[in-house]
């Protein structure tokens, strides 16, 4: 994989690459950044330049059968560690190796993909992967060999902040005491939920979302894109390349978060005059634990986004306006005059406590039924 081919972050190209041509390569590093990114797609081209040798941001000029493997991903020294669970096929214990086909599958059809289009890829979208103590130990049995090509050996953990504790506690030992030419690249979205001493041990390098020009220039140069369509995809992207791409290709999302939000606040302005209609918010709840911990998060990320588009209607910046739901008799500039300065800091607060808590496994239920009630009381402040 080319350095020239990831969208933006070129300072971290340049960084990456002038580090490994001086010979200062840390043994452990540590990739953050936001969904859509290219975290991982720079991880792979770094590998790519250490273990053969290459030069410049083309990722070329080292030795050609190395470079001929990783086209396929195929090269013994570089590793993969991501998050699995237990399928139909895989009942027990579930480890990256049994899923590489699929990975290898999943990489070169999303290089930009979230967790969320891994465990679809996976067919386990209502389930959340881990990085298991068993995983651990396979990594420790890859890594006490040499390498194949007597260069580096590269492995490369990805979703790291997945890792349950004892996975973690393993890893540890190896960052402390790394054998030779053995280069770790974690990646994470979420710094804040790995061990201290994880961080503590790695070089870490924060990525920024993709700026809107870098979206547009990606489209048309990558994709094709009419200009008017990449600016317009860009917008709504946010920085989220991995979005961009399914809003080119008109990849719609499998559940109606639109329509949920929408009979969501409805119910929500209802039930501040009538306790009858707060049932409407339970069986609300009850349909929406249903659908998985990850669509959770994003269904509730798409709700945060929604209140954040009513703020600027209210105060009269439409044109930063992108989303607007497309549901019958529901209108967001009649919504807005209801989130404002005197609500939607809660209302934020409210959301990001509801997804850290589905993070970490609460009831799901209990969590939108609580949600529910406090917007309620919210939705009216004026």
Same mark, same amino acid.
């Given at each position: 994989?080319?350095?020239?081919?990831?969208?933006?972050?070129?300072?971290?190209?340049?960084?990456? #690459?002038?580090?490994?041509?001086?010979?200062?390569?840390?043994?452990?590093?540590?990739?953050?950044?936001?969904?859509?990114?290219?975290?991982?797609?720079?991880?792979?081209?770094?590998?790519?330049?250490?273990?053969?040798?290459? *030069?410049?941001?083309?990722?070329?000029?080292?030795?050609?059968?190395? @470079?001929? *493997?990783?086209?396929?991903?195929?090269?013994?020294?570089?590793?993969?560690?991501?998050?699995?669970?237990?399928?139909?096929?895989?009942?027990?214990?579930?480890?990256?190796? =049994?899923?590489?086909?699929?990975?290898?599958?999943?990489?070169?059809?999303?290089?930009?993909?979230?967790?969320?289009?891994?465990?679809?890829?996976?067919?386990?979208?209502?389930?959340?992967?881990?990085?298991?103590?068993?995983?651990?130990? #396979?990594?420790? *049995?890859?890594?006490?060999?040499?390498?194949?090509?007597?260069?580096?050996?590269?492995?490369?953990?990805?979703?790291?902040?997945?890792?349950?504790?004892?996975?973690?506690?393993?890893?540890?030992?190896?960052?402390?005491?790394?054998?030779?030419?053995?280069?770790?690249?974690?990646?994470?979205?979420?710094?804040?939920?790995?061990?201290? #001493?994880?961080?503590?041990?790695?070089?870490?390098?924060?990525? =920024?979302?993709?700026?809107?020009?870098?979206?547009?220039?990606?489209?048309? /140069?990558?994709?094709?894109?009419?200009?008017?369509d990449a600016y317009s995809i860009a917008k709504q992207a946010q920085g989220n390349y991995s979005k961009a791409l399914k809003l080119r290709y008109n990849v719609t999302e499998e559940?109606?978060? /639109?329509?949920?939000?929408?009979?969501?606040?409805?119910?929500?302005?209802?039930?501040?005059?009538?306790?009858?209609?707060?049932?409407?918010?339970?069986?609300?709840?009850?349909?929406?634990?249903?659908?998985?911990?990850?669509?959770?998060?994003?269904?509730?990320?798409?709700?945060?986004?929604?209140?954040?588009?009513?703020?600027?209607?209210?105060?009269?910046?439409?044109?930063?306006?992108?989303?607007?739901?497309?549901?019958?008799?529901?209108?967001?500039? @009649?919504?807005?005059?209801?989130?404002?300065?005197?609500?939607?800091?809660?209302?934020?607060?409210?959301?990001?406590?509801?997804?850290?808590?589905?993070?970490?496994?609460? =009831?799901?239920?209990?969590?939108?039924?609580?949600?529910?009630?406090?917007? #309620?009381?919210?939705?009216?402040?004026?």
């Amino acid at each position: 994989m080319k350095f020239s081919s990831i969208v933006g972050q070129y300072h971290l190209k340049k960084h990456l #690459t002038h580090s490994a041509s001086s010979g200062r390569i840390p043994h452990a590093q540590l990739f953050v950044g936001p969904e859509g990114c290219g975290t991982l797609a720079m991880a792979i081209a770094y590998a790519q330049y250490l273990i053969c040798g290459n *030069k410049g941001l083309e990722n070329e000029g080292g030795v050609a059968a190395c @470079n001929l *493997k990783f086209d396929q991903l195929q090269h013994p020294d570089l590793h993969f560690v991501y998050p699995v669970a237990s399928t139909d096929d895989v009942k027990k214990n579930p480890t990256s190796d =049994n899923f590489l086909t699929t990975w290898y599958d999943f990489i070169k059809n999303h290089p930009y993909g979230s967790i969320n289009d891994w465990y679809e890829t996976l067919g386990i979208p209502k389930k959340q992967g881990i990085i298991s103590v068993q995983e651990a130990s #396979t990594m420790m *049995k890859k890594l006490s060999l040499k390498s194949f090509e007597g260069g580096y050996k590269v492995m490369i953990v990805w979703m790291a902040e997945k890792m349950n504790t004892e996975s973690a506690n393993r890893l540890l030992k190896f960052l402390e005491e790394p054998s030779d030419k053995t280069v770790f690249i974690l990646i994470a979205e979420d710094e804040s939920a790995l061990l201290p #001493t994880i961080l503590s041990r790695c070089q870490v390098l924060h990525f =920024n979302a993709l700026s809107e020009q870098e979206v547009v220039q990606a489209l048309i /140069d990558q994709e094709n894109c009419d200009e008017v369509d990449a600016y317009s995809i860009a917008k709504q992207a946010q920085g989220n390349y991995s979005k961009a791409l399914k809003l080119r290709y008109n990849v719609t999302e499998e559940y109606p978060f /639109d329509e949920w939000f929408v009979s969501w606040v409805r119910s929500a302005f209802k039930a501040n005059k009538n306790a009858r209609v707060v049932s409407d918010l339970v069986k609300w709840s009850e349909e929406i634990a249903a659908i998985g911990r990850e669509k959770q998060k994003l269904f509730l990320n798409h709700c945060m986004e929604l209140f954040r588009q009513a703020l600027l209607l209210n105060y009269h910046t439409s044109e930063l306006v992108y989303m607007k739901p497309n549901v019958e008799n529901f209108k967001l500039e @009649n919504f807005a005059p209801f989130v404002n300065e005197n609500n939607i800091m809660e209302i934020f607060e409210e959301l990001e406590s509801a997804i850290y808590h589905i993070e970490r496994n609460g =009831n799901a239920k209990v969590i939108f039924t609580d949600l529910s009630i406090k917007l #309620t009381r919210l939705i009216h402040r004026k």
